[in-house]
């Protein structure tokens, strides 16, 4: 590869034929993951150690979304701490206290850590033990790091469950059993049982669980599947505890949703005939739901800027299953060991960048001109302003969008801003 190749890359970022950038990033920090994690676990409570910037992000991502009493909160580090004139552990603790006394459903309490707490080294874990040990058989006090400094937002929800894991109670026997790994909706989470108990698989674990009290054991013979592609970390530490990683494509689309229960179904001794006669009905449903959608789709041109790091399992769906030619697929992070099935599926001819330069990506973005492009928040507003069509990427965090009830909708995620524009042309 040259130096000006058709990509526009520096032949210096290059490794194995993906193409790494490095420069300004334009993505959210990880304390966006409470978003979603604190619907997920409903007697847990995130409490973030933060600036006004911080609460400021929670309430603009989160605002929008919030029906009852929120399970988050920011405990601001004011002028004062960030001097180190205050004693910022005392405080702490005082916030702590008054939060626990109003809220007595909390069973779970995470000190989330940010870019400022980092900053003047203020050792929440030391805290999250001091405040355990005070509040014995009460509340558990964990806690993890969602700061912005190197990372992007689906990595918050990595360091969670990383933390999460190592609190799983070590399993008694050496028997079967399954881990299914990474947010997901509860329908989704409801559907994915189903099947799995059909084929005959079990007893299988949902990791974040949705109560505190369900954490799952772990040891030999736990069988993990990742749900989501972001849960690289987390994977790593329930393998340093015993679990084995079964290889698969994630649930994504009809045949990303097959691969992964064959895959399951593989791991655990389960038949290919079984596997096609618990999912032939479903299977049924997804492909003629997703039909109409294709119809939509195919053809059509498709970029992804880094921000999800769903964005490998999202292509391979969009090109396979809906016929989009993939322009450029760039992801935040490239994880060899948890996204090689995903990133062979797409072949040698695709364009796959790591990383971000954005500004080289928006002049290869704009000289490409697809018909569409999944990206962050903060572009697309001005990318829609200059033309283009955008999908915001966070929204296929929030959705329920894996398995095969989901795989039409899956579609018509991408399908509707290009019908709007079709409608808004006419
Ligand atoms: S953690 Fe860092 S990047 Fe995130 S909102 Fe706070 S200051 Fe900003």
Same mark, same amino acid.
């Given at each position: 590869?040259?130096?000006?190749?058709?990509?526009?890359?520096?032949?210096?970022?290059?490794?194995g034929?993906?193409?790494?950038?490095?420069?300004?990033?334009?993505?959210?920090?990880?304390?966006?993951?409470?978003?979603?994690?604190h619907?997920?676990?409903?007697?847990?409570?995130?409490?973030?150690?933060?600036?006004?910037?911080?609460?400021?992000?929670?309430?603009?991502?989160?605002?929008?979304?919030?029906f009852?009493?929120?399970?988050?909160?920011?405990?601001?580090?004011?002028?004062?701490?960030?001097?180190?004139?205050?004693?910022?552990?005392?405080?702490?603790?005082?916030?702590?206290?008054?939060?626990?006394?109003r809220?007595?459903?909390?069973?779970?309490?995470?000190?989330?850590?940010?870019?400022?707490?980092?900053?003047?080294?203020?050792?929440?874990?030391?805290?999250? +033990? $001091?405040?355990t @040990?005070?509040? !014995?058989?009460? #509340?558990?006090?964990?806690?993890?790091?969602?700061?912005?400094?190197?990372? &992007?937002?689906?990595?918050?929800?990595?360091?969670?469950?990383?933390?999460?894991?190592?609190?799983?109670?070590?399993?008694?026997?050496?028997?079967?059993?399954?881990?299914?790994?990474?947010?997901l909706?509860?329908?989704?989470?409801?559907?994915l049982?189903?099947?799995?108990?059909?084929?005959?698989?079990?007893?299988?674990?949902?990791?974040?669980?949705?109560?505190?009290?369900?954490?799952?054991?772990?040891?030999?013979?736990?069988?993990?599947?990742?749900?989501?592609?972001?849960?690289?970390?987390?994977?790593?530490?329930?393998?340093?505890?015993?679990?084995?990683?079964?290889?698969?494509?994630?649930?994504?689309?009809?045949?990303?949703?097959?691969?992964?229960?064959?895959?399951?179904?593989?791991?655990?001794?389960?038949?290919? +005939? $079984?596997?096609? @006669?618990?999912? !032939?009905?479903? #299977?049924?449903?997804?492909?003629?739901?997703?039909?109409?959608?294709?119809? &939509?789709?195919?053809?059509?041109?498709?970029?992804?800027?880094p921000?999800?790091?769903?964005?490998?399992?999202l292509?391979?769906?969009?090109?396979?299953?809906?016929?989009?030619?993939?322009?450029?697929?760039?992801?935040?992070?490239?994880?060899?060991?948890?996204?090689?099935?995903?990133?062979?599926?797409?072949?040698?001819?695709?364009?796959?960048?790591?990383?971000?330069?954005?500004?080289?990506?928006?002049?290869?973005?704009?000289?490409?001109?697809?018909?569409?492009?999944?990206?962050?928040?903060?572009?697309?507003?001005?990318?829609?302003?200059?033309?283009?069509?955008?999908?915001?990427?966070?929204?296929?965090?929030?959705?329920?969008?894996?398995?095969?009830?989901?795989?039409?909708?899956?579609?018509?995620?991408?399908?509707?801003?290009?019908?709007?524009?079709?409608?808004?042309?006419?």
């Amino acid at each position: 590869m040259s130096d000006s190749d058709n990509t526009g890359c520096d032949a210096a970022y290059c490794r194995g034929g993906l193409v790494q950038e490095e420069g300004q990033r334009q993505v959210f920090c990880g304390l966006t993951s409470i978003v979603w994690l604190h619907r997920k676990m409903h007697d847990a409570f995130f409490l973030v150690v933060g600036s006004r910037t911080c609460a400021h992000l929670l309430q603009s991502a989160a605002g929008v979304m919030i029906f009852a009493e929120p399970r988050f909160a920011t405990a601001i580090l004011g002028e004062r701490d960030l001097a180190g004139l205050a004693d910022c552990n005392e405080e702490l603790d005082r916030v702590v206290h008054e939060l626990l006394e109003r809220r007595p459903e909390i069973r779970t309490l995470f000190l989330v850590g940010s870019c400022p707490s980092e900053v003047i080294k203020l050792d929440l874990s030391k805290a999250a +033990e $001091r405040l355990t @040990a005070a509040h !014995e058989g009460r #509340v558990r006090v964990l806690s993890y790091s969602g700061s912005g400094l190197e990372t &992007t937002f689906t990595q918050g929800e990595d360091q969670f469950l990383t933390t999460l894991v190592e609190q799983l109670p070590a399993k008694q026997d050496e028997a079967p059993s399954l881990i299914v790994l990474g947010t997901l909706a509860e329908v989704v989470e409801d559907q994915l049982h189903r099947l799995l108990e059909e084929l005959g698989i079990g007893p299988v674990h949902f990791l974040p669980p949705r109560s505190s009290d369900d954490l799952p054991p772990v040891g030999p013979g736990t069988r993990v599947m990742q749900a989501q592609p972001f849960t690289g970390e987390a994977t790593r530490a329930l393998i340093r505890r015993g679990a084995e990683r079964v290889d698969a494509p994630y649930p994504l689309g009809v045949e990303g949703t097959l691969a992964w229960l064959r895959a399951a179904a593989h791991a655990f001794g389960v038949s290919d +005939e $079984r596997v096609d @006669a618990v999912t !032939e009905a479903p #299977v049924e449903r997804a492909r003629a739901a997703l039909a109409p959608q294709r119809e &939509t789709l195919a053809g059509k041109r498709i970029t992804f800027l880094p921000d999800s790091q769903l964005e490998l399992p999202l292509a391979r769906f969009l090109a396979q299953e809906c016929g989009m030619e993939l322009v450029e697929v760039a992801t935040p992070y490239f994880d060899r060991e948890c996204h090689g099935v995903e990133r062979d599926a797409l072949g040698e001819e695709v364009r796959l960048i790591e990383g971000q330069d954005v500004d080289r990506q928006l002049e290869r973005l704009r000289a490409d001109s697809p018909d569409l492009t999944v990206c962050g928040l903060g572009l697309a507003n001005p990318l829609e302003a200059e033309g283009l069509r955008t999908k915001w990427s966070i929204e296929l965090v929030f959705s329920p969008i894996q398995g095969f009830e989901q795989a039409g909708d899956l579609a018509e995620l991408f399908a509707r801003p290009l019908v709007r524009h079709a409608t808004l042309k006419v």
